[in-house]
T-cell receptor, first 113, second 115 residues
Framework: DAGITQSPRHKVTETGTPVTLRCHQT?????MYWYRQDPGHGLRLIHY???????DKGEVSDGYSVSRSKTEDFLLTLESATSSQTSVYFC????????????FGEGSRLTVL | AQKVTQAQTEISVVEKEDVTLDCVYE???????LFWYKQPPSGELVFLIR??????QNEISGRYSWNFQKSTSSFNFTITASQVVDSAVYFC????????????FGTGTSLTVIP
């Protein structure tokens, strides 16, 4: 199994509070991704990173920011959480980027009340 | 526009039946990659297969087989002699050389295998 750890795995928070989800990998893969999974929408890309300090937006990036200061860590921040951000968040890594397969973390379930 | 379409939202089959999950993709690139992932009820996402656009050879892995047809922009997944353990949500995904490192997922097909 790919060494990917997401934390926290479950979080309940209130509207307007900041939230940070962490993704940690031990595979030294260059590419890291944050997806959200919602019923009827499948997996949608929020942000991804192609190296330390190199990030780019995905299709649903509004309301989210990311940072990658080390190869192994990719942080997803909700500056001011809203109920529409209630979702399951998956981190994924890839050695080859778009030409290679993704390996996913176990997911983080976020509930915004 | 949706780049990957999985028109079958839910499918139920009786154990030992064969089942085909459809995936239709849209791209203008000549170089692209197609993937299938499985998400069992436990929630993790598991990689099943990767296929590049230059390799139209069908692939078989045990009870699983994949049919890639560029003429119809489809990458269908067949499970032969289905088992209860095959019950899961299956996602098809696309990445394109032109858009770099992004992956586009379909909305998934939920397969239930009834014992």
């Amino acid at each position: 199994d790919a060494g990917i750890t997401q934390s926290p795995r479950h979080k309940v928070t209130e509207t307007g509070t900041p939230v940070t989800l962490r993704c940690h990998q031990t595979e030294n893969h260059r590419y890291m991704y944050w997806y959200r999974q919602d019923p009827g929408h499948g997996l949608r890309l929020i942000h991804y990173s192609y190296g330390v300090k190199d990030t780019d937006k995905g299709e649903v990036s509004d309301g989210y920011s990311v940072s990658r200061s080390k190869t192994e860590d990719f942080l997803l921040t909700l500056e001011s959480a809203t109920s529409s951000q209630t979702s399951v968040y998956f981190c994924a890594i890839s050695r080859q980027g778009g030409t290679g397969e993704l390996f996913f973390g176990e997911g983080s379930r976020l509930t915004v009340l | 526009a949706q780049k990957v379409t999985q028109a079958q939202t839910e499918i139920s089959v009786v154990e030992k039946e064969d089942v085909t999950l459809d995936c239709v993709y849209e791209t203008r690139d000549t170089t692209y990659y197609l993937f299938w992932y499985k998400q069992p009820p436990s929630g993790e996402l598991v990689f099943l297969i990767r296929r590049n656009s230059f390799d139209e050879q069908n692939e078989i892995s045990g009870r699983y087989s994949w049919n890639f047809q560029k003429s119809t922009s489809s990458f269908n997944f067949t499970i032969t002699a289905s088992q209860v353990v095959d019950s899961a949500v299956y996602f098809c995904a696309l990445s394109e050389a032109r858009t770099g490192n992004q992956f586009y997922f379909g909305t998934g097909t939920s397969l239930t295998v009834i014992p």
